[in-house]
């Protein structure tokens, strides 16, 4: 039975995982966006969202909180000043996992995760779908409703 194990271990000790997850937060923090495993990110995922969290109130209790987790100061001060700006808005949902495809050595499935609000790639389409119009459902039109009457154009050209 599997009672109580609702995290993945990663094969990993206890003192293993955590560091291991710390520097991945880390790497997160500083470059945005990280190649790994997919069963790495999702540990990740869950790991580093409350983190970003704490961070969008700016108070020496959280950022210490935070430092406890990630034990880097560089790190603690660009998620305070730079990430937690961009994130202010967000209700969750911080980070994205895209998957690459499998390693070649052992078939390991890869994927990289991400930081939502800096990849510039997924915020063009983003804007670009706002701008397109849907299709109302109801009465379409026809021809002679869309194209103008005859006696419009001669009215519009005369004035």
Do not use: W
């Not at 999702?42 to 969202?49: F, G, P, S, T």
């Not at 100061?73 to 911080?94: H, S, W």
């Not at 103008?148 to 001669?154: D, F, G, M, N, S």
């Amino acid at each position: 039975m599997r009672h109580n194990k609702k995290f993945n271990h990663l094969g990993r000790k206890s003192a293993h995982r955590k560091a291991l997850l710390s520097n991945m937060a880390v790497s997160l923090i500083r470059h945005k966006r990280i190649s790994t495993t997919t069963a790495k990110a999702k540990a990740l995922q869950v790991y580093v969202e409350p983190l970003l969290t704490k961070a969008k109130s700016d108070s020496t209790h959280s950022r210490r909180l935070v430092f406890s987790e990630l034990q880097d100061k560089e790190a603690v001060t660009e998620l305070f000043r730079d990430i937690a700006v961009k994130i202010a808005a967000r209700p969750g949902g911080y980070t994205r996992i895209l998957r690459t495809g499998f390693r070649l050595g052992d078939n390991a499935e890869m994927c990289i995760i991400e930081l939502v609000d800096y990849n510039e790639n997924m915020l063009k389409e983003k804007v670009a779908k706002k701008a397109a119009r849907t299709r109302r459902a109801g009465k379409k039109k026809t021809e002679t409703e869309t194209a103008p009457k005859a006696e419009e154009v001669v009215a519009a050209a005369a004035e």
